[in-house]
Protein backbone atom coordinates (compact mmCIF):
# COMPACT_ATOMS: atom_id res chain seq x y z
CA UNK A 1 0.00 0.00 0.00
CA UNK A 2 1.12 3.75 -0.82
CA UNK A 3 1.69 5.80 1.95
CA UNK A 4 0.70 8.81 -0.10
CA UNK A 5 -0.83 9.59 -3.54
CA UNK A 6 2.94 11.07 -4.84
CA UNK A 7 4.38 7.29 -4.49
CA UNK A 8 2.02 6.04 -7.11
CA UNK A 9 3.32 4.98 -10.25
CA UNK A 10 0.36 6.25 -12.36
CA UNK A 11 0.02 9.84 -10.03
CA UNK A 12 4.07 10.31 -11.22
CA UNK A 13 3.31 9.61 -14.71
CA UNK A 14 0.26 11.90 -14.42
CA UNK A 15 2.45 14.55 -13.19
CA UNK A 16 5.34 13.91 -15.76
CA UNK A 17 2.63 14.33 -18.71
CA UNK A 18 1.18 17.60 -17.28
CA UNK A 19 4.90 19.13 -17.18
CA UNK A 20 5.30 18.00 -20.27
CA UNK A 21 2.11 19.84 -21.62
CA UNK A 22 3.06 22.87 -19.98
CA UNK A 23 6.58 22.54 -22.14
CA UNK A 24 4.56 21.77 -25.19
CA UNK A 25 2.42 25.04 -24.93
CA UNK A 26 5.24 26.92 -24.59
CA UNK A 27 5.70 26.47 -28.23
CA UNK A 28 2.42 26.86 -29.47
CA UNK A 29 1.12 30.19 -31.22
CA UNK A 30 0.62 33.21 -28.67
CA UNK A 31 -3.05 33.44 -30.11
CA UNK A 32 -3.34 29.83 -28.90
CA UNK A 33 -2.22 31.03 -25.16
CA UNK A 34 -5.88 31.73 -24.04
CA UNK A 35 -7.73 28.87 -25.83
CA UNK A 36 -6.21 25.59 -26.93
CA UNK A 37 -3.11 25.73 -24.37
CA UNK A 38 -5.45 26.69 -21.32
CA UNK A 39 -7.52 24.07 -21.96
CA UNK A 40 -4.54 21.41 -22.56
CA UNK A 41 -3.03 22.71 -19.26
CA UNK A 42 -6.09 22.55 -17.39
CA UNK A 43 -7.37 18.82 -18.53
CA UNK A 44 -3.54 17.29 -17.80
CA UNK A 45 -3.22 18.71 -14.42
CA UNK A 46 -7.09 17.35 -13.64
CA UNK A 47 -5.44 13.65 -14.42
CA UNK A 48 -3.49 13.73 -11.08
CA UNK A 49 -5.46 16.07 -9.21
CA UNK A 50 -8.01 13.54 -9.35
CA UNK A 51 -5.38 10.56 -9.00
CA UNK A 52 -4.53 12.20 -5.49
CA UNK A 53 -8.36 13.16 -4.48
CA UNK A 54 -8.88 9.17 -5.23
CA UNK A 55 -6.47 8.22 -2.49
CA UNK A 56 -7.85 10.10 0.24
CA UNK A 57 -11.65 8.81 -0.52
CA UNK A 58 -12.16 5.98 2.15
CA UNK A 59 -14.95 4.11 0.05
CA UNK A 60 -14.43 2.12 -3.36
CA UNK A 61 -16.84 3.61 -5.04
CA UNK A 62 -15.66 7.03 -4.61
CA UNK A 63 -12.19 5.89 -5.77
CA UNK A 64 -13.73 4.71 -9.04
CA UNK A 65 -15.19 7.50 -9.65
CA UNK A 66 -12.14 9.61 -9.24
CA UNK A 67 -9.99 7.16 -11.39
CA UNK A 68 -12.85 7.53 -14.40
CA UNK A 69 -12.69 11.26 -14.05
CA UNK A 70 -8.61 10.86 -14.43
CA UNK A 71 -9.13 9.02 -17.44
CA UNK A 72 -11.74 11.13 -18.94
CA UNK A 73 -9.26 14.25 -18.39
CA UNK A 74 -6.65 12.16 -19.99
CA UNK A 75 -8.27 11.25 -23.03
CA UNK A 76 -9.62 15.23 -23.40
CA UNK A 77 -5.68 16.04 -23.24
Sequence with gaps: MYKSFEDMPVWQKAFDLANKIYDLTEKFPKTEAYSLC????????????????????????????????????????
Excluded at 40 to 51: E, F, P, Q, W
Excluded at 57 to 64: N, V
Design 38 to 77: EQLKRSAVSISANIAESFGRQHSADKINFYYFARGSLLET
